[in-house]
């Protein structure tokens, strides 16, 4: 076979494969805390605390889920932002040999109950803030389907908001961070401080998993609407947890900006996962705030920044810009949309920094792209990533398309699922086989150039893209079909000049219902669905096209919306 042609490219002193480690994703921890126990492994709102500390609490934790009955395998689902208890819940789980279900925080009670459902969980962690919508969710579940355990911690348990230091908290988190909620009422099941399950004393029980065991369910959407579980192995989540490291030239003194949502695969495996496993300091923050992100910066001297361009742009544009200090900056990159070509070369200009953009799916553990550090391409995903064959195959005969040609972009590596939980059919038409390898289809269209460079060009999947978040309209639609004054509703993407995309609703009213407006149905969808999957126009329609079978003809609507945003 010929020598790939990236491979003139390939960063300098890097391998193009790696060996991934036998062990567990936890086992990186417990060795980061052997090695540096009084290094700071988290830095949250101004409490600093050690790889000991860390190490320590998820041995505590993980035996206290062992002892309301956590086995080996189960899964144990967590809702959370970007805070030390994600990180200690997160690694705990997997030391208690379960499952993580990361799901994310924007969710409302509809959407949480097909995560508890669909995974079988019995157990979730959570905070403060969220525990109500997650009790009600489970609450309105038959009984066999609930939760019986919620274990649920405050965010001052993490920090001391009267001892922050340097760090000022925004004083829109205030209500939030300092909030004082009412508890959780769990039907049928027991609610837990997060106080009472760190003073656990018992011991936890062997730690008994390897590569080969499941370690991560993440969801992700589809054409079908309900979103499916993704079965990541440890190796696969270490796979890139390590090669992540690598790409970003990660030494155990980096400084790691942790503000990319954790529950997501980017934040999860190359931002959390691959600090930790080079006993590297994550400066964590719980939500986007570019004043904030810039004190930060400066007062941690971060070195590595992984993060969505939409928060570049904005901290760029802060009136407090020049009072920051970006200069500790070595590494700068993420992915979800592309970088304005003048952004990038403000960073260029001014911080001789180059921003590498990326690529991958919740499906292939974060990256299966990435723009070499030192020669990366502007609007494009970069290079097939560590020990990945990718190609460009004809969606239709799925044989392989010559250089330059657009087609469907596979993807083979050792950072790709096992497949769809509990979907064999799912599973079987995400992948077929070429050259005697399975290749995963990511259903995004593109070309690779001269040099083998990827770049995207449409999309096979119907899927919206608004700053990073994936939004499916199936999804959407699904949830709209509850509003009483809605017969159809047809979901499709409009232009969005700071978000790239959102998403627009083509409805069709329900006889009696003609003076519901735009407003009614978008405050609604506020009520019902995760604030980024809500449609920021509804247009009304006498009917939706159709096809012959009766298929809404959603491309149609998708051309006419393009070509009037063209006009």
Not at 484 to 503: L, M
Not at 555 to 563: A, G, K, P, S, V
């Amino acid at each position: 076979m010929s020598t790939p042609l990236h491979h003139a490219v390939w960063p300098e002193r890097l391998p193009h494969a790696i060996t991934v480690p036998a062990t567990s994703v936890w086992e990186n921890l417990e060795v980061s805390a052997r090695r540096y126990p009084a290094k700071t492994a988290l830095v949250f709102m101004g409490r600093d605390t050690s790889y000991r500390e860390l190490c320590d609490a998820t041995e505590r934790l993980a035996a206290w889920l062992y002892g309301i009955g956590v086995r080996k395998g189960d899964r144990v689902l967590l809702l959370a932002q970007n805070t030390p208890q994600l990180v200690t819940a997160h690694y705990a789980i997997l030391r208690a040999n379960a499952v993580v279900v990361p799901v994310n925080p924007m969710n409302l009670p509809e959407e949480l109950q097909h995560y508890i459902r669909d995974s079988g969980a019995r157990v979730a962690i959570t905070t403060a803030d969220l525990a109500g919508q997650l009790a009600q969710a489970s609450n309105e579940l038959p009984e066999a389907e609930r939760l019986q355990h919620l274990l649920v911690s405050q965010f001052t348990d993490a920090f001391d908001p009267e001892a922050m230091g340097p760090v000022e908290l925004p004083a829109a988190w205030r209500p939030w961070l300092l909030g004082d909620y009412p508890p959780a009422q769990l039907d049928g099941g027991q609610v837990h401080s997060w106080a009472e399950a760190l003073a656990c004393q018992e011991a936890p029980p062997p730690h008994t998993v390897g590569q080969g065991d499941l370690a991560v369910l993440p969801y992700t959407s589809g054409t079908t609407g309900q979103p499916k579980g993704c079965m990541h192995l440890h190796r696969s989540i270490n796979h890139n947890a390590v090669a992540g490291a690598l790409w970003g030239r990660g030494t155990s003194e980096i400084v790691m900006l942790g503000v990319v949502p954790m529950f997501h695969i980017t934040g999860m495996v190359v931002v959390m996962h691959s600090c930790i496993y080079v006993g590297g300091t994550l400066v964590l923050m719980p939500r986007w705030d570019r004043e904030l992100a810039g004190r930060l910066i400066s007062h941690y001297r971060v070195t590595n920044w992984t993060n969505i361009p939409t928060m570049v742009i904005d901290l760029l544009a802060s009136p407090n810009f020049a009072s920051f200090d970006l200069t500790s900056l070595q590494y700068i990159g993420g992915g979800g949309a592309a970088m304005p070509q003048a952004v990038a070369q403000r960073l260029l200009e001014q911080y001789g920094l180059r921003f590498c953009e990326g690529y991958g799916l919740t499906e292939t553990a974060a990256p299966s792209h990435n723009n070499p550090v030192d020669r990366p391409k502007q609007q494009c995903l970069g290079i097939p990533f560590v020990g990945t064959d990718a190609r460009i195959v004809d969606p239709e005969t799925l044989q392989e398309l010559p250089q330059g040609e657009q087609g469907e972009i596979v993807v083979h590596g050792p950072e790709v699922f096992e497949g769809y939980w509990r979907r064999p059919e799912a599973t079987e038409q995400a992948f077929f086989e070429l050259d005697g390898k399975r290749f995963f289809r990511t259903g995004d269209l593109g070309r690779m150039d001269e040099e083998g460079y990827f770049f995207i060009t449409d999309r096979l999947k119907r899927m919206i893209n608004a700053s990073g978040y994936k939004i499916w309209p199936a999804e959407v639609e699904a949830l709209m079909f509850r509003h009483p004054a809605i017969q159809e509703a047809c979901v499709i993407s409009t232009r969005d000049a700071y978000r790239g995309e959102s998403a627009k609703a083509v409805v069709v009213l329900r006889p009696g219902h003609e003076h519901t407006s735009e407003e009614d149905i978008i405050a609604w969808c506020r009520e019902h669905m995760a604030a980024y999957k809500v449609p920021r126009s509804v247009q009304f329609v006498a009917q939706l096209p159709k096809s012959g079978s009766g298929k809404v003809m959603w491309r149609l609507l998708q051309e006419q919306e393009d070509t009037g945003a063209a006009a």
